[in-house]
Structures are given as structure tokens and as C-alpha cells.
């Protein structure tokens, strides 16, 4: 994409609002930026409902900064804590039914690949732990057994938090929540591992307490989706205010689950090795 | 009363720890003239992130 498109004319610079000003003067668009970078430039993300010390705010603000190309890439969301923050980002947004981001985001790529045939347009999945792991299991997998090149990012707090507290497949087992008094009676769904073995090329397991390696993550992965297949990233954010945990202790906790439940994994084929240390 | 981090200057060394553990989008800024950290307060949730992971004790998180 041009700077062109987002460069407003003279006659209307007054009329717009300082944030959009603030993104053509110092936005992420006109030179490649990473995680490290963060403070130095005006993120695309703006002000967001999200809870003070949400682990999927940080989330998404880490994979905002990741991305390589802000400016040519589409965000295919679903409903859920994680699109709050989404909706108000400046890149180009799409939201679906509850379960269906694959599915569309698949589609959305097939298209864009006519249309664009000599440019990339990164379509990128981002969704809650419900979205994939439980409502949209069968089109996130089916997705993936059809080696669609788009990148799935799963915001996982182990929670329906949005609602309220339900238990979603991806709490751990025998976690109380507001709406499982009794806890969960049967553990995490695998799907890192189901990743593995649908067809990924490319996932790796990792939590908000590493922004470098979830930097580093979601930039292979968006690489890899272009030229190879499915790729996939699972980031573990924790919830402060359905795991009733303060505010300042969400990197302690994501800390915790990274030494125990949650250690880095990275899983990748060598041809896909050999592409990435070219880079 | 709104709750948000202030930055005792004298005390940042700069290394940014902060900036990657905030949730939230441009509240955190690098100063790189003078190789600090500023917060814009009135975007700052005051969850005190910040506050816990900065290893010299210049973040702290009070009434505004």
C-alpha cells in the first residue's frame, strides 16, 4: 500500500482527529518495526475497554507491533474478549460469526490473492480460546487440513471471560470459575498438538511474559503463511479478572504457567527452517 | 478517582522493560533524547504493571 492512501490533503489536515494525525506523522507504516521498538512510534492499536492488566490487551498490542507489513494485512476476528481491542486498530478489520474466522479468513485470502496477485496481503486469524478451541474447532482444523496460507493467532485466557466466567475447553482441569463452581472435569484441549499434526507448518506455544519470543512468533509465522501453508500461534493471556488474581500480577502468573503448563514450544518443518534463517 | 503510573526520572535507566509489559497502546512513550521513559496519565489504567516489573523502583501507581 501506498502512504498515499493515508496522507490526508492539506485543505481537510485540520478537520481530522490528533490520533489519525499522530499515525501518518510517526505510525508503524512507512518503515518495518518490531516489539523492541514499541514507545518510539504511534501503535495502531488505540485506547481499548479492555480491564486494567488484561493479559489479552497486552496480547494484541505485541502482535500489533509484530506485524511486518501493518499496512497490507487483514485481521479476521470473532466475537469475544479479544475483539474489543481489535475493532479500534488502524488496519483493515473483519469480524464474523462466532466460530467461523477460518472459514472466512480462508475465503478472504483466496480472493485477495486474485485480486492482489503480486503483492502479500497477510490474512491473519485472531481469536479467544473459545473461538477456535471450542466453537470453530471444525473450520479452524479444516482450515488447516486444507493448507489455507493464512496465519491463526489464539488468545488464550482460559476463560469465556466476556460472559462472565463459563469454562471454555481450554481452561485447565479443575479450575473454579464464576460459572463452574466445581471446577472443570476434564483437561486443556491439545490443540497445539492437533496443530501439529492438521498440517501446520509452523506453531509455537508462548506466553505475554516473553514479548520478544511472541514478537518474534507472530513475525514467522505471518513470513512463513506466505510462501508454505498454515501456521499457527497460541499465546497464553492470562485473566485478572476472572482468575481473581490482581491487576500487577498478570506477567507473574503467564511467568508461572511458563514454567509449568505452558513452556515455549516451536514446531517446523526443515524446508521452512532453511526459509526462515535466510531472512 | 482515577488511578495512573508516575515516573520518579532520576531513578529510569531506560531499558524499556515497562514499554513491553504495559497492556496498554501508547501510554508508555521512549524519549530516546534523553533515553528515558514518560507516561501519558490520561491513557494510563493504573494496573501497575509497570510498577512490578521495573527493576529500579521508579514506576509507581497513585490517585491523580
Known sequence: ?279 | MYAAAKIELEKCIGCKLCILSCPEPNVLLYLPETKQVSVNQQRCKGCGLCVVICPKDALSVSSI
Open chain 1, 1 to 279: 500500500m501506498s502512504t498515499k492512501i493515508i496522507t490526508p490533503v492539506d485543505e481537510f489536515a485540520d478537520c481530522l482527529p490528533q490520533e489519525y494525525k499522530e499515525l501518518v506523522a510517526r505510525g508503524p507504516y512507512r518503515e518495518p518495526r518490531s516489539v523492541e521498538d514499541l514507545g518510539t512510534f504511534k501503535e495502531i492499536i488505540e485506547e481499548h475497554p479492555h480491564c486494567a492488566g488484561c493479559g489479552v490487551s497486552l496480547g494484541i498490542r505485541l502482535l500489533a507491533a509484530a506485524l511486518p507489513s501493518p499496512e497490507d494485512t487483514l485481521i479476521v476476528g470473532t466475537p469475544g474478549c479479544s475483539f474489543f481491542g481489535l475493532v479500534q486498530t488502524a488496519l483493515n478489520y473483519s469480524n464474523t460469526a462466532f466460530g467461523n474466522q477460518n472459514a472466512v479468513a480462508a475465503g478472504l485470502k483466496r480472493m485477495l490473492q486474485i485480486r492482489f496477485p503480486h503483492v502479500h496481503k497477510d490474512v491473519v486469524v485472531v481469536a479467544g480460546d473459545g473461538g477456535i478451541a471450542d466453537i470453530g474447532l471444525d473450520l479452524t482444523l479444516h482450515s488447516w487440513f486444507r493448507q489455507e496460507k493464512i496465519t491463526t493467532i489464539m488468545l488464550d485466557n482460559e476463560v469465556y471471560a466476556n460472559t462472565g466466567g463459563q469454562e471454555s475447553g481450554m481452561s485447565r482441569q479443575g479450575r473454579v470459575l464464576n460459572m463452574a463452581p466445581q471446577g472443570k472435569r476434564f483437561p486443556k484441549i491439545p490443540v497445539f498438538e492437533m496443530a501439529k499434526v492438521s498440517g501446520c507448518v509452523y506453531g509455537v506455544r508462548v506466553t505475554v511474559a516473553s514479548p520478544r519470543k511472541v514478537g518474534r512468533a507472530v513475525r514467522n509465522a505471518i513470513l512463513v503463511a506466505r510462501e508454505f501453508g498454515p501456521t499457527y500461534v497460541q499465546i497464553f493471556t492470562p485473566c485478572p479478572t476472572n482468575m481473581k488474581f490482581s491487576p500487577n500480577q498478570t506477567l507473574k502468573v503467564a511467568k508461572e504457567a511458563e514454567k509449568d503448563h505452558y513452556t515455549y514450544e516451536e514446531f517446523l518443518s526443515t524446508e521452512v527452517a532453511t526459509y526462515l534463517a535466510q531472512l
